[in-house]
């Protein structure tokens, strides 16, 4: 039983979930703060749907990602560094049992969906089906976001780690909308879509043998790595709006701070880089993610208790 956890663990990727469940938790705050309305157990089940929903997008990912050959094409490349759990590719799991426990999230995660629409209104449908639209077509034909290239994985990455979840969690404590929910959601959004953004460095070579234009794929390291400069400015500009804005206190400012490591790191990269080169990128941007989130959720939590 032990061993069948650690491997759904692998799976499903469920050590990144922490970017998930931030802009939620930052939702459902920003509703107890400017509305005075927050239910645990409203919380909690947002919390469980949403993880679900981003647990089912890693693994449908990674279904598409074997279907259309990158996982093989990542393993026979030379230098790459593979970032999928292997289990398709290597035959730990048979396709069945892999996509048995992709279907059960969406299960789980379109129940709880169901559930806070009957008690919080239809529009949380909207939110969370629109997530799920673009967490399946991401990599799914007819649509492939991330296999166009032209910047659609990057928008439906930060609606769907960013605006979508911040404003959805938002929505099931207060029955509203409010333009604070949309602000809030930026520093957050966008820092996810760089972790996004930075992984494609990781194994761009393999993707654009396998037909997978991403962005980096398209423009090449330089360019690419100047726009993933450029995308960490915006998501500490957008935290700086926030507090301009009164969607955050002044204090959340703090949370700049957990930019500087993941600056730093640019720094020691050159033009042409080895794919284990970008591994300092990507876990950094990882912890400026968790970290500048738990700073904005420590700040609405200070704020929303004084």
């Known amino acids: 039983m032990n061993n069948i956890m650690k491997q759904f663990m692998k799976a499903s990727r469920i050590r990144v979930l922490p970017v998930m469940l931030i802009p939620v938790a930052l939702g459902a705050l920003g509703a107890f703060v400017w509305d005075g309305r927050f239910n645990v157990w409203l919380l909690l089940l947002t919390l469980v749907g949403s993880g679900a929903a981003h647990l089912f997008s890693n693994m449908i990912n990674d279904l598409w990602d074997y279907y259309n050959g990158t996982d093989e094409a990542a393993k026979a490349a030379e230098g790459v560094i593979s970032t999928n759990s292997g289990y398709l590719t290597n035959g730990t799991w048979t396709l069945r049992a892999f996509a048995a ?125 100047v726009f993933s400069r450029w995308l960490l400015a915006l998501a500490y500009v957008s935290l700086v709006i926030c507090v301009l804005a009164d969607a955050l206190p002044w204090y959340a400012l703090l949370g700049l701070a957990t930019g500087v490591p993941l600056y730093a790191v ?41």
Request: proline share 4%; aromatic share 12%.
């Open 101 to 225: 426990v992709t279907w059960s999230l969406f299960g789980l995660a379109a129940l709880c969906g169901l559930v806070l629409s009957a008690i919080s209104g239809w529009p949380v449908i909207v939110f969370g089906g629109l997530g799920g639209l673009i967490a399946y077509f991401y990599v799914a034909p007819p649509i492939r976001f991330g296999y166009r290239g032209k910047g659609y994985s990057e928008v439906a990455i930060l609606l769907s780690f960013g605006i979508l979840p911040v404003a959805g969690a938002y929505y099931v404590q207060s029955s509203q909308l409010d333009y604070r929910a949309l602000l809030l959601s930026l520093p957050i959004g966008l820092l996810t879509t760089l972790i996004l953004f930075n992984h494609h460095f990781l194994h761009w070579q393999a993707d654009k043998q396998a037909g997978k234009k991403t962005l980096v794929v398209v423009w090449g390291e330089q360019r690419a790595l």
């Open 266 to 306: 640019y720094g020691r990269l050159k033009e042409h880089n080895p794919s284990h080169a970008y591994l300092p990128l990507m876990g950094n941007s990882v912890k400026a993610t968790n970290r500048c989130g738990s700073i904005l959720i420590a700040a609405l939590i200070i704020q929303g208790l004084l």
